[in-house]
């Protein structure tokens, strides 16, 4: 039987919020199985959860925030892309602030507090959402033209194409294709930054926004070049941060997907679209457990590679 996963021991992290610039402890702790992923709000006088679902987000301008009624957690991407990549089910994520720490940029860090704090199997069948037929979101025309789908597959594989009309960004690689099977998330994809424009820095800053962004944990692009001393961790990093965004931002649909993810130009509300798309239609997928992991697609049954 292919199993649920949740953490063998609690672990922490200490960091700053990308947008709020505000301090946050974020604790993960191993959850029952079926719990799936439940943010807990516990810097309110009493916790609030918030478990993930598609329903549960509420906005997706410049990060993807979930909330149960008024109490939001912001920016939950790139621990939702570790918790995808390294096939954590079930999780606690204690937190005391309104939004995820930013650590390094990426989702390394997590991958790293999930990996020390060890995965562990549990005596309950993997629920995957097998996606039966295609299914496609589209928004904008012309040069404004974004769209994202999710066809039937046995695994999970991840194919995006940027297009960010930037000389730096166009210079790297502008396609990507990722398959879970390789086992090979956090080589391959954990490490690639979030990344920001110097030209959109000031507006954003004006709006509250990036307070806590900087060349620690993003990538800082001005008209001409990377500002980073070390410059870039993959040469196709954008386009791989893309990935490890849709990877995050789908897993909010609660279970593991079997599906080929394709998506031009998409982002976090277009992700979420596709994720309730397929939820509004029953013919598009079934929820299947595997009794035998030899049915499993190829590197399922294993643990995933640390690096
Ligand atoms: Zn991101």
Same mark, same amino acid.
């Given at each position: 039987?292919?199993?649920?996963?949740?953490?063998?021991?609690?672990?922490?992290?200490?960091?700053?919020?990308?947008?709020?610039?505000?301090?946050?402890?974020?604790?993960?702790?191993?959850?029952?199985?079926?719990?799936?992923?439940?943010?807990?709000?516990?810097?309110?006088?009493?916790?609030?959860?918030?478990?993930?679902?598609?329903?549960?987000?509420?906005?997706?301008?410049?990060?993807?925030?979930?909330?149960?009624?008024?109490?939001?957690?912001?920016?939950?991407?790139?621990?939702?892309?570790?918790?995808?990549?390294?096939?954590?089910?079930?999780?606690?994520?204690?937190?005391?602030?309104?939004?995820?720490?930013?650590?390094?940029?990426?989702?390394?860090?997590?991958?790293?507090?999930?990996?020390?704090?060890?995965?562990?199997?549990?005596?309950?069948?993997?629920?995957?959402?097998?996606?039966?037929?295609?299914?496609?979101?589209?928004?904008?025309?012309?040069?404004?033209?974004?769209?994202?789908?999710?066809?039937?597959?046995? #695994?999970?594989?991840?194919?995006?194409?940027?297009?960010?009309?930037? %000389? +730096?960004? *166009?210079?790297? @690689?502008? /396609? $990507?294709?990722?398959?879970?099977?390789?086992?090979?998330?956090?080589?391959?994809?954990?490490?690639?930054?979030?990344?920001?424009?110097?030209?959109?820095?000031?507006?954003?800053?004006?709006?509250?926004?990036?307070?806590? #962004?900087?060349?620690?944990?993003?990538?800082?692009?001005?008209?001409? %070049? +990377?500002? *980073?001393?070390? @410059?870039? /961790? $993959?040469?196709?990093?954008?386009?791989?941060?893309?990935?490890?965004?849709?990877?995050?931002?789908?897993?909010?649909?609660?279970?593991?997907?079997?599906?080929?993810?394709?998506?031009?130009?998409?982002?976090?509300?277009?992700?979420?679209?596709?994720?309730?798309?397929?939820?509004?239609?029953?013919?598009?997928?079934?929820?299947?457990?595997?009794?035998?992991?030899?049915?499993?697609?190829?590197?399922?049954?294993?643990?995933?590679?640390?690096?």
């Amino acid at each position: 039987m292919l199993r649920q996963r949740t953490l063998k021991t609690l672990t922490k992290a200490v960091g700053v919020g990308l947008h709020s610039g505000q301090r946050v402890e974020l604790t993960l702790r191993p959850a029952q199985p079926d719990t799936g992923i439940v943010f807990r709000r516990t810097d309110l006088p009493l916790p609030v959860d918030i478990p993930v679902s598609a329903q549960a987000v509420t906005d997706t301008r410049m990060a993807s925030t979930i909330s149960n009624g008024g109490v939001k957690v912001h920016t939950v991407e790139h621990l939702m892309s570790a918790c995808a990549g390294l096939g954590v089910d079930n999780l606690y994520v204690d937190i005391t602030a309104e939004e995820v720490p930013i650590l390094d940029g990426s989702s390394a860090s997590f991958v790293f507090l999930l990996q020390s704090a060890g995965i562990e199997q549990q005596n309950a069948p993997r629920r995957f959402i097998r996606v039966t037929r295609p299914v496609e979101v589209r928004e904008g025309e012309g040069e404004d033209l974004k769209w994202a789908r999710l066809d039937p597959y046995h #695994g999970y594989k991840l194919g995006f194409e940027i297009e960010f009309n930037h %000389r +730096v960004v *166009n210079s790297t @690689g502008q /396609r $990507y294709e990722f398959d879970l099977s390789s086992g090979q998330y956090s080589r391959d994809i954990a490490r690639a930054r979030t990344f920001g424009f110097t030209k959109d820095l000031e507006m954003m800053r004006a709006r509250g926004l990036a307070m806590g #962004g900087g060349m620690d944990n993003a990538i800082v692009v001005d008209d001409y %070049r +990377v500002l *980073n001393a070390d @410059g870039l /961790r $993959y040469d196709d990093e954008f386009v791989k941060h893309k990935i490890l965004d849709a990877m995050g931002d789908l897993y909010l649909i609660g279970k593991p997907l079997l599906a080929a993810y394709s998506a031009f130009r998409s982002g976090h509300a277009l992700n979420n679209k596709l994720i309730r798309a397929l939820l509004a239609d029953q013919e598009a997928f079934e929820v299947i457990t595997f009794e035998d992991d030899r049915r499993a697609p190829a590197g399922f049954a294993q643990p995933a590679r640390a690096w």
